[in-house]
């Protein structure tokens, strides 16, 4: 008899240790539940990509030499160079140029390595399209102004962590003048010929 009441103590007593746990996970789930969600509400609300983000190629058909060095440094020999000699002028002269989003792997290897600086990263990442085939940019679509988060008025743009001011971490009702942590390359310039 005694050791079934003590048995029953026991038992009683582990539920009420499990219940005190359940009620301690509970009140920190709870002081969860007070704080602001930092959930990124797209796309209503959109993340200012980097100042190094590797989205979308720019091209820029004057510029281009028709070199090819785009195509022998890609990965995948990827852009579409299209020149003829022109026996006139004793120069390559580029009839279209194009780059297949598709197979693309954004990489930046031919913007790096152009003589001329006629290719360049842009922000836009949203580029799905229900063909494969429209993905793939001809000289004019490649030299299409690209997409701005910062310039779309139906969107609220919101800063990266690393472009936050010094000790906060959320974007959210953020003033737009607030300065970022860190010091920008020009200023370290700056520092420096001080
Ligand atoms: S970003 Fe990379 S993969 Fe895409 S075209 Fe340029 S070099 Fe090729
Ligand atoms: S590297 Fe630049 S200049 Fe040369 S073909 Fe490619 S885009 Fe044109």
């Not at 890609?74 to 852009?79: E, M, T, V």
């Not at 120069?91 to 031919?110: A, E, M, P, R, T």
Request: include cysteine; aromatic fraction near 10%.
């Amino acid at each position: 008899m005694l050791k079934f009441l003590k048995q029953v103590g026991d038992y009683a007593k582990e539920t009420v240790q499990a219940a005190r746990y359940i009620g301690q996970g509970l009140s920190v789930t709870f002081d969860h539940m007070r704080r602001r969600p930092i959930t990124v509400q797209y796309p209503y609300e959109k993340l200012i990509p980097g100042e190094r983000f590797r989205g979308r190629i720019h091209f820029e058909f004057d510029k281009c030499i028709a070199c090819e060095v785009c195509v022998r440094v890609c990965p995948i020999n990827l852009p579409v160079v299209d020149w003829e000699y022109d026996k006139a002028s004793k120069k390559k002269k580029l009839n279209h140029y194009s780059i297949d989003f598709g197979v693309c792997i954004f990489c930046g290897n031919c913007v790096e390595f152009c003589p001329t600086n006629c290719l360049s990263m842009t922000e836009e990442y949203e580029l799905a399209t229900y063909d494969r085939h429209e993905l793939n940019y001809d000289n004019v679509a490649l030299g299409r102004l690209p997409y701005k988060v910062t310039d779309d008025p139906m969107v609220t743009p919101l800063r990266e962590l690393v472009y936050l001011p010094k000790g906060v971490l959320e974007p959210h009702g953020l003033p737009a003048d607030a300065p970022r942590a860190g010091a920008r390359p020009e200023d370290l310039v700056e520092q420096a010929e001080k």
